[in-house]
């Protein structure tokens, strides 16, 4: 396999593949305070929220950075892809009886496979409401903005959606129990002190973030307001 002078080594994809789960990371946070706005379906909370995503499309600056969190994705997607291949071809066969770690998790092992299955969440998610919401000649609410809150709420209505929403969203948090973790420790980010604060951190982020992502679409099924 040819090899790229950004992703030439092993010890090179594991650094590229922490940043940007880390900024990856950092915009899932940006994002739940954002869409936790959904929650309000008065009026007042559903122009708010539409006024808010307007603002996210169109301001210069969160444009210029929605860029790099496009290319963050493809190449995360895209770094993980590499190291999974990497580390298969370097251990061909399996071994007749595998002892895997007391420490390992057997999320730990299918890092490649939950990041395939949000990949395609993330397509599937963009296309029902970012495609939509630029081109899909929504109508406007009362102060002159793309009514998207309508468009959530329609999609929060069916109970498959949210099924498959709150399924992605398990399939977010076992990836995330071991990314969070596992980037400072490629970053060489470890020390006696504060690698459990890390790992402790890791937890609370790896559960609490999906949690909330999930409790919207819940939340507006069950209270369609």
């Not at 770094?79 to 066969?93: E, M, Y």
């Not at 420490?103 to 395939?116: D, E, F, H, P």
């Not at 459990?196 to 099924?221: C, D, R, S, Y």
């Amino acid at each position: 396999m040819a090899r790229s002078a950004l992703l030439g080594s092993s010890l090179t994809k594991k650094y590229w593949m922490a940043l940007t789960g880390l900024f990856l990371c950092l915009f899932l946070v940006i994002h739940l305070a954002g869409n936790l706005q959904l929650l309000d379906a008065s009026p007042e909370g559903r122009l708010k929220f539409n006024a808010y995503a307007r603002f996210m499309t169109t301001f210069p600056v969160i444009k210029v950075v929605s860029y790099l969190l496009y290319f963050s994705i493809l190449f995360h997607a895209f770094d993980g892809i590499l190291l999974a291949v990497q580390n298969r071809q370097a251990r061909p066969t399996r071994y007749v009886k595998e002892k895997p770690s007391a420490n390992r998790t057997w999320y730990s092992g299918q890092m490649a496979l939950l990041g395939s299955l949000l990949l395609v969440f993330i397509v599937l998610h963009m296309k029902h409401f970012w495609y939509e919401m630029h081109w899909g000649g929504l109508p406007l609410d009362s102060e002159g903005n793309t009514d998207l809150f309508t468009v959530v709420a329609e999609a929060y209505r069916q109970p498959l959606y949210v099924v498959l929403y709150v399924a992605s969203m398990a399939v977010l948090a076992f990836h995330l129990l071991h990314g969070f973790q596992s980037a400072f420790q490629s970053l060489g980010l470890n020390h006696p002190r504060y690698t459990p604060i890390i790992k402790n951190v890791g937890v609370f982020f790896g559960v609490v973030v999906p949690i909330l992502f999930a409790l919207i679409p819940v939340w507006m099924f069950a209270f369609p307001g």
